[in-house]
């Protein structure tokens, strides 16, 4: 067993999220198994093997380019209204489930 | 009126030039698609939500372009559907979670607003996995969707509705997603093309994030010509996403009829291993003899670390998901659980009511590996096993233009048969994950049918930004079939 019930619990209080019993006993039934099979990469020695984080690390772009101008396009001007202007105030709160027509209205802020 | 017979045999040129030749309008036409989803649908389960103000409003815009004897866009009229995903603006998008259940987004997603200026009509928003978690759909919060071919199996998944829709021509052409085979296993499920492009082909903007250095947008046709013409509408640089990449887009169409003999095809024996169902084995080996008799050289290449794709995967996948559905709080858009006393029991409760099992599962297995003490062992030893298996591809890309394989080891499953078992499931990607995790362009092809009628689907594989190449190979087969 790679994880016991008190990771279960502090893992689901990291990502925000309660969990019925039933839930639980799921969750620590998967991750065991699931965990189980992804220590088959033990296997594989990766000392001396850079980490990959993206694809777009690599490719993408001519090869001639080098270095940091490789990726010259993919940052830009700071510009004053953005590439897409910002959503008008009430389309940007259309969507919220509670408001005051200015601001995001959310329960009590309390420490837990 | 377009007779049900007319419908199954669409293309995306036919409707061009039915509209311009003034035989039918893009309104009639979408009035005779509506008509057959509203009819076909209820048994299949591949629209969350009808468009058609939108569609209407499109297909009128087209037709007075035929009406002053104006040439048509490229996809002028054709009746598309757009996985639910990709936020259309003013058009409900759930990602097939209850926790989006009434989000109306304020924008267009790129690869969609593309296809509509390129002409395309978008007749609605296609079911999925919820938030695109799954090899089956049936973890969409909604309901399953049924396999055209065979109502009682799945139609793989997660963009199960975008290739049922294709497959039972209720849309000539869709958009799906990819994060680990998306496209590819339910394009091969519902024997349907189904493209993948490269990681940086077509940009990201607007696609719901699950894993983002793995998700991509690609498309869903009847044949390789019109998935050319789709990528060809939805390629290219956007500013928006600064992972698409700056290089320009080659004419995919025109590249098609480039001779194929020549061509280096390469095949690995990790993908005909153990679990691979004879049949399938049978009928993608003709397909690879099929390419042999065009005049390809078919080479074995080597892709060592291939076993190891699917753990990898699962934990850059879920890692990634972790971080990127932290966004769903209940503040800003979606659902809210009611009666919390602080901000933090609001989140929680939101999230437990908000997110389905497979949901919930992915985001503790992610949020486990990207925790204190196990980054190093999970996460990082996964970030360095992908670069093994990218360079896999490498090594084989100096010997070969293509590399085929199976799409996925068996034919579409029952409904319910693997949805106990989260393994079992993830394992139906076994094919597919290693082009994502490369970022390499992949497309299922069908090649056959087993002895109960269900399709099966060759996979080929293409050096990064050729899918020229990869078309090209996939276009000569289905040609010569």
């Known amino acids: 067993m790679k994880v016991d019930e008190k990771d279960v619990s502090y893992v689901a209080d990291l990502a925000n999220l309660e969990l019925s019993d039933e839930e639980r006993a799921r969750m620590l039934r998967d991750l065991n198994s699931i965990l189980g099979y992804i220590e088959h990469l033990n296997e594989l020695d990766t000392d001396n093997v850079a980490p990959m984080a993206q694809v777009s690390d690599r490719y993408g772009v001519d090869e001639i380019l080098q270095g940091t101008d490789r990726f010259a396009y993919a940052s830009r001007e700071d510009i004053l209204n953005g590439l897409r202007k910002s959503l008008p105030h009430d389309e940007a709160l259309q969507n919220a489930p509670e408001t005051d027509e200015t601001f995001l209205i959310v329960p009590k802020v309390i420490e837990r | 009126m377009t007779t049900e017979a007319e419908i199954s ?28 989803i ?20 499109q297909a009128e815009r087209i037709d007075k372009l035929a009406d002053a004897g104006e040439p048509l866009p490229p996809l002028g009229g054709v009746p598309v559907g757009i996985k639910d995903v990709m936020v259309t603006r003013g058009v409900r998008t759930t990602a097939g979670s209850k926790i989006l259940d009434n989000f109306i987004p304020p924008y267009d997603c790129t690869a969609v607003a593309r296809m509509e200026a390129a002409g395309a009509v978008v007749l609605g928003k296609l079911n999925c996995d919820e938030f695109a978690m ?7 919060a909604y309901k399953p969707v049924r ?22 021509n209720m849309a000539i052409a869709t958009l799906g997603s990819d994060t680990g085979g998306s496209i590819r296993q339910p394009a091969s499920f519902c024997g349907v093309v189904g493209l993948k492009p490269t990681y940086g082909r077509v940009s990201r903007n607007g696609l719901i994030a699950f894993a983002s250095s793995l998700d991509h947008i690609g498309p869903f046709a009847k044949t390789v010509k019109e998935a050319a013409l789709v990528l060809r509408t939805i390629a290219g640089r956007d500013p928006m996403d600064s992972t698409s990449a700056d290089l320009s887009v080659p004419d995919y169409v025109a590249e098609l009829d480039k001779p194929v003999k020549g061509l280096k095809v390469g095949v ?3 993908y005909f291993g153990a679990g691979l169902d004879p049949e399938v084995q049978t009928s993608v080996e003709a397909a690879i003899q099929k390419l042999a008799a065009l005049g390809c050289e078919v080479v074995p290449v080597s892709l060592p670390h291939t076993e190891y794709a699917i753990p990898t995967y699962y934990i850059v996948a879920t890692a990634e998901a972790s971080s990127n559905l932290a966004r769903y709080d209940g503040v800003r858009y979606g659902f809210r659980a009611r009666g919390a006393r602080t901000l933090s029991d609001m989140y929680r409760k939101t999230r437990d009511g908000g997110f389905g099992i497979e949901v919930k599962r992915r985001i503790m297995l992610g949020t486990y590996a990207l925790s204190a003490g196990y980054y190093d062992a999970y996460y990082l030893k996964a970030q360095k096993v992908r670069s093994l298996l990218t360079r896999d591809f490498d090594e084989a890309f100096r010997k070969v233009d293509v590399i085929a394989t199976p799409t996925s080891p068996t034919p579409a499953f029952k409904l319910g048969e693997k949805v106990n078992d989260p393994l079992a499931m993830y394992l139906a990607d076994i094919y597919t994950v290693t082009a994502n995790l490369a970022g390499i362009p992949g497309i299922s092809v069908p090649c056959g049918e087993t002895h109960n009628k269900l399709p099966i689907g060759l996979q080929l594989f293409g050096r990064h930004f050729d899918e020229a190449t990869l078309l090209r190979a996939a276009h000569a087969y289905e040609q010569a079939r």
């Open chain 2, 38 to 57: 509203r009819r076909e649908d209820p048994g299949i389960g591949a629209f969350l939500t009808l468009s058609e103000e939108r569609a209407f409003a």
């Open chain 2, 147 to 168: 396999n055209p071919r065979d109502k009682s199996r799945v139609p793989g998944g997660s963009s199960g509705g975008s290739a049922a829709a294709v497959a039972a």
């Open chain 2, 134 to 140: 799954g090899s089956s759909t049936e973890n969409s």
């Open chain 2, 268 to 270: 690995a024996k990790e």
């Open chain 2, 9 to 36: 045999t669409l293309t995306i040129d036919g409707v061009r030039s039915a509209i311009t030749n003034r035989q039918t309008t893009a309104t009639a036409l979408v009035h005779d698609f509506y008509t057959r």
